[in-house]
C-alpha cells in the first residue's frame, strides 16, 4: 500500500512564525501535491512538484513555498504564519501524470 | 469558472436507497477522472476512476460523458457506511494538477 505521511496532525503556530510542513510518501513516486481545505471551498492546490528540485504554482501560491530536495520528501513552509493560514493541509503524491493521487492524513493548522 | 462544480447537497437519504451525484467540468481536454471519498477529518481516499466507458464497483457505477462534459456516481443499496463526503476529481491536460470539486455530503439514514 502506498504510505503518504505528514508529520503533524494537529499544529498550533503563533502569527508571524516560519512553520514548516513536511510531507514523505513511501512508493517512488514522481509527482507530490500540496493543498489546503477550507469549508465551501473545496481543496485548493498550493504547490506541486514532479521532479525533485522542480516546483510549480499552485491557484493560490502566495505566502507559501515549497522545497523538493529528496524525491521521497516534500516540504511546505509558510514564511510567515498569518490567521487566515488557518486550514487543514493535505499532501498527496500520485506515481505518474493522470494516475490518482494519494493523500497524507492531514495537518490541521491552527494560526493564532 | 470552476474547473470542477458539483452540487454540495447534503442528500439525506433512507438505507437500502440508490442516490445519484453528478459533477461537471469545463476544460474538453480533461483526461482523468475520479470520485474520492471523504469522511469527517480524514484524508480523501479513491473510491473509483471513471472510463470512458463507465465502470462498476458492487453497488457503485460511475459513468463519464465527454459530450455533455459530466460525470455521475451511483450509489445502490445505500448503507450507513456510506455516509461521506464525495469528492469528484479532473485531471487537466497538462497532466501534473488535479482539480477537486467541493464534495456532495451524503447521510444514510436508519
Known amino acids: 500500500d502506498v504510505k503518504v505521511t505528514q508529520s503533524s496532525r494537529y499544529l498550533v503556530k503563533r502569527t508571524g512564525e516560519k512553520v514548516f510542513l513536511e510531507c514523505v510518501q513511501d512508493?517512488?513516486?514522481?509527482?507530490m501535491f500540496w493543498y489546503r481545505q477550507d469549508p465551501g471551498l473545496g481543496l485548493r492546490l498550493i504547490y506541486f512538484s514532479y521532479d525533485v528540485k522542480m516546483k510549480e504554482k499552485g491557484d493560490i501560491p502566495e505566502g507559501y513555498s515549497v522545497s523538493r530536495e529528496k524525491k521521497e520528501r516534500f516540504s511546505l513552509i509558510l514564511e510567515s504564519a498569518s490567521t487566515n493560514q488557518t486550514s487543514m493541509y493535505l499532501c498527496?503524491?500520485?506515481?505518474?501524470?493522470?494516475?490518482?493521487?494519494?493523500f497524507g492524513q492531514g495537518t490541521r493548522l491552527t494560526v493564532v | 469558472r470552476k474547473e470542477v462544480e458539483q452540487d454540495p447537497g447534503p442528500f439525506n437519504v433512507p438505507e437500502g436507497a440508490t442516490v445519484a451525484f453528478n459533477c461537471t467540468y469545463s476544460?474538453?481536454?480533461?483526461?482523468?477522472f475520479f470520485w474520492y471519498r471523504q469522511d469527517c477529518r480524514k484524508e480523501p481516499k479513491l473510491l473509483m476512476s471513471v472510463y470512458s466507458s463507465g465502470n462498476e464497483d458492487g453497488r457503485f457505477t460511475a459513468q463519464l460523458n465527454r459530450a455533455s462534459q459530466y460525470i455521475s456516481l451511483l450509489i445502490r443499496d445505500s448503507k450507513l457506511s456510506d455516509s461521506a463526503t464525495y469528492l469528484c476529481v479532473v485531471n487537466l491536460p497538462t497532466g501534473n494538477q488535479f482539480y477537486f470539486g467541493t464534495g456532495t455530503s451524503l447521510t444514510v439514514i436508519p
Open positions: 498527496a503524491s500520485s506515481v505518474q501524470a493522470n494516475t490518482e493521487a494519494f
Open positions: 476544460n474538453s481536454a480533461s483526461q482523468s
Open positions: 512508493m517512488d513516486h514522481e509527482n
